[in-house]
């Protein structure tokens, strides 16, 4: 070999001063959101009420008191009475255990077959992909309260089954987001360096392509929370959810309308519960894709 | 008379409440008719001020200071109002990206005929008008053109309808920001060419943003070099070539290869007279078709031990398929190819495994090269999970060793991709494909997307790696200055053929085939010659 010019080796310079580590900068954006972190709050509330309804009230959600019916809403009784005198505020707050537990049942169901089947399909595409996407295509197709109610009538009432209902219905969403992400994830080159590497398929989905498709998932996770819930309360409102006297939010607003004119705090307050929490969880899952972006 | 007077602009992007300063006490005067070029890295504050200059800074933008007057018409601080006036009658741009400079829904013509009507000319006069324009900018056959869609075009010529959506405006300037970086050598050459003659026809006066000093030389009046946001020397290119003032313009000539050597080409090794090393990898009459569309024709090419043997080509010449045969990511359709003993042309994925550790791979694109979730240790002891070599400790202490050969600090072990910059992360990529200890390394345009600088920073590290560990290079690049920086040997390829191979120092200076001449030809930095 002739002549070989060597040059030092410079390290060239950052062209960046070092951000602030990615997660403390996120949060000290998140804290400057004040609509976030009210929905935040709620959504804890919620979410704590549903598990410790005592934290919160002393009412026993079931104990009548013909003396204390139909009372309107005061300091007593925050939500008021329902006809039998129980407290409404207890009601709903015990009803937050049935309906968010079914909810994350519904959640877990559609996480795992949707995150499976959009892997599945996106990962090993050609045929694969073909069949399992047009199962979902079949399962878009059907309307989904409809499918719920097929699903809730073959398998009978009460929250396990409603829970299941809503988890199937909502399936599709994460199905295709998940194969979309992956799709994506898959033809980047750290995935080619990675195979390049010597990584088995199975390294590579569960370290590189896992990880770096789930953000939008998750994302969906918290909006289709909204819809879950709104779905759950609607079949619950028709009589699908759990037997009395237990209640769930559907069943206490659907107890309330027959009384709308003399007591509309029945359905109205009730209502309104549900209606924070899942704008609330809207809210949050629009910040996050902000985020993300 | 001046078309553009910059005076004491400073120009910074807020972020957290605070503004960081991009550009800072810039002067700078075009005259009309003058052809300008700035140069400097990325994050010089060149591309700031050609958008600060007709108010198209991105969001956070501030003019802090200063003025900017163009024809007469202050744009520092100025409304929206008074810019629109400017922008294509006075100022005409051409984006850097011809990929996505085009609205790919709409017609090419009506693109065209779009900026021709902004000037008040009415519809079926501007349609034709259009076509004019983009046969003015070079458009073979500009009536077809004019009626297809932007998917239908090469880059080349979607750059040249930019070009007419510029001239359509009939401005007094045009800013070229970085015109060409995105084509091949060839096409680049051309489109330059074609560039500077219409404005000097018409009197236009032209900005040309540019990383590459070489581009700016040859094309430019005046040439102004920045750097972090300040102007450091400006002149005649061709006193600057020859007497540069600053130690970092004279960096920027030593980066330029064909600017360092006085205009030549001149390869960095001259292998000739030496016998040629047993080759580590042959490809023997490789052809691969996709379809009906024959990508890879009879392609031979041979890897000696220890050197570096390029490919080079324009883009669709199959110069990356041939090297993702080589490395089994691909698999031919016909030929061989033996990798250092082993015939790996049929064998399954499992097969080639063993062999992976023979031969690794460096990527183009070093933003999308390492997993964005992955530490730069993770990243760099991954291949040694895969091939589960060693104990964790032991990995870790192969890593700090690793990031000591590719001159990274051992602090980087913890970082994550994004806090890196672009020399930076193709250093990790480096690392990563050292990790098990390689004879070969298939290095696939390892530092086009770099800045000249960085680039002669990682061409250097690549070189001392491959005199202390004895390593082999498979090299593709479309960049023939790039190669004769680091390559031995050197095949040309041309639409999936090869149309010349031998010794670099003989393929360069005294090439063969027409199209090798014309791939010399369009290295940038001819102006060295008259020096």
């Known amino acids: 070999m002739t002549a070989q010019v060597v040059e030092p080796v410079v390290v060239d310079a950052p062209t960046e001063t070092r951000e602030i580590s990615g997660l403390r900068a996120t949060t000290a954006q998140l804290i400057r959101r004040p609509l976030f972190l009210i929905a935040a709050a709620w959504v804890a509330f919620v979410l704590i009420s549903a598990f410790r309804p005592g934290w919160f009230t002393g009412y026993d959600p079931y104990a009548t008191d013909p003396a204390a019916a139909m009372l309107p809403p005061g300091a007593d009784h925050l939500f008021g009475t329902d006809i039998y005198g129980r407290d409404l505020w207890s009601r709903v707050l015990h009803g937050s255990a049935l309906t968010i537990r079914a909810t994350l049942i519904a959640l877990g169901i559609a996480g795992v077959a949707g995150l499976g089947l959009g892997i599945v399909s996106g990962f090993f595409a050609g045929i694969t992909d073909s069949i399992l996407m047009r199962f979902v295509d079949v399962l878009l197709a059907i309307p989904g309260l409809l499918l719920a109610l097929s699903i809730v009538t073959a398998l009978g009432y009460g929250t396990l089954p409603v829970a299941v209902a809503v988890g199937v219905g909502i399936v599709p969403g994460f199905a295709r987001t998940t194969r979309a992400e992956v799709l994506r994830v898959k033809t980047l080159p750290y995935v080619e360096a990675a195979r390049a590497g010597g990584a088995s398929w199975a390294r590579v989905l569960l370290r590189h392509i896992l990880p770096n498709a789930w953000g939008p998932v998750a994302v969906l996770a918290v909006l289709d929370a909204g819809v879950a819930i709104i779905a759950i309360a609607s079949l619950s409102f028709l009589g699908f959810g759990a037997a009395p006297p237990a209640a769930e939010w559907g069943t206490l607003i659907a107890d309330g309308r027959n009384y709308l004119i003399t007591s509309w705090w029945l359905s109205l307050l009730p209502g309104v519960f549900v209606a924070l929490l899942v704008l609330s969880l809207n809210h949050l899952s629009k910040t996050f894709q902000e985020l993300s972006r | ?531």
């Open chain 2, 1 to 531: 008379m001046t078309l553009v007077s910059i005076t004491g602009l400073d120009v910074g992007y807020l972020r957290r409440r605070q503004v960081h300063p991009a550009v800072t006490g810039l002067d700078l005067n075009v005259a009309p008719g003058e052809v300008v070029a700035i140069v400097g890295e990325s994050g010089s504050g060149k591309t700031t001020t050609a958008n600060a200059l007709i108010g198209l800074l991105p969001a956070g933008g501030r003019i802090t200071a200063g003025s900017a007057i163009i024809d007469g018409v202050e744009t520092a601080g100025a409304g929206e109002r008074t810019l629109r006036r400017l922008r294509g009658s006075v100022v005409g741009l051409i984006p850097q990206d011809p990929m996505v400079g085009l609205n790919p829904t709409q017609r090419v013509g009506h693109q065209v005929a779009e900026a021709v009507t902004l000037r008040g000319v009415a519809k079926p006069a501007a349609y034709a008008e259009a076509i004019t324009f983009l046969e003015q900018a070079g458009v073979p056959d500009p009536e077809l053109r004019a009626r297809q869609y932007p998917h239908e075009l090469s880059g080349g010529l979607r750059q040249r309808a930019l070009i007419a959506i510029a001239l359509a405006g009939r401005p007094k300037l045009i800013i070229a920001d970085e015109p060409t970086s995105a084509l091949d050598v060839t096409v680049q050459k051309r489109i330059l060419d074609h560039l500077g003659g219409l404005v000097r026809d018409r009197g236009i006066a032209l900005l040309i943003i540019t990383h590459d000093l070489a581009v700016a030389a040859d094309r430019a009046d005046r040439v102004v070099v920045m750097r972090h946001g300040r102007k450091v020397e400006e002149g005649d290119p061709r006193a600057i070539l020859r007497d540069p003032a600053q130690a970092y313009t004279r960096t920027l000539i030593a980066a330029a290869p064909r600017l360092a050597h006085g205009g030549r080409v001149v390869p960095r090794f001259d292998v000739r007279d030496q016998p040629q090393p047993a080759p580590i990898l042959t490809l023997t009459g490789v052809g691969k078709t996709f379809g009906t569309f024959r990508a890879l024709d009879d392609v031979s090419v041979t890897v000696p031990r220890g050197r570096t043997h390029a490919l080079v080509g324009e883009s669709g010449c199959g110069k990356t398929t041939t090297l993702r045969i080589a490395l089994g990511l691909e698999s031919a359709t016909s030929g061989s190819v033996v990798l250092d003993g082993t015939e790996t042309a049929d064998l399954s994925w499992r097969a080639f495994r063993p062999l992976r550790r023979k031969a690794q791979l460096v990527h183009q694109d070093p933003f999308a090269t390492l997993d964005p979730k992955f530490t730069v240790g993770q990243s760099i002891t991954e291949p040694l999970q895969s091939f589960r070599v060693g104990t964790r400790r032991s990995r870790q202490a192969r890593a700090r060793e690793l990031l000591d050969q590719v001159a990274l600090p051992v602090s980087y072990l913890d970082r994550l991709p994004s806090e890196l910059s672009g020399g930076q992360r193709q250093r990790v990529a480096i690392a990563r494909a050292l990790a098990l200890e390689p004879d070969l390394i298939m290095l696939d345009e390892p530092v086009s997307a770099l800045d000249v600088l960085v680039q002669e920073q990682i061409l250097g590290l690549l070189a001392d790696l491959q005199r202390d560990l004895g390593l082999s290079y498979l090299f593709v690049s479309h960049d023939l200055a790039v190669v004769a920086s680091l390559a031995h040997t050197v095949s040309v390829m041309n639409g999936g053929r090869v149309v010349e191979d031998g010794p670099v120092a003989t393929v360069f200076t005294n090439p063969a085939s027409e199209y090798t001449r014309e791939l010399i030809d369009a290295i940038p930095g001819r102006r060295a010659d008259a020096l």
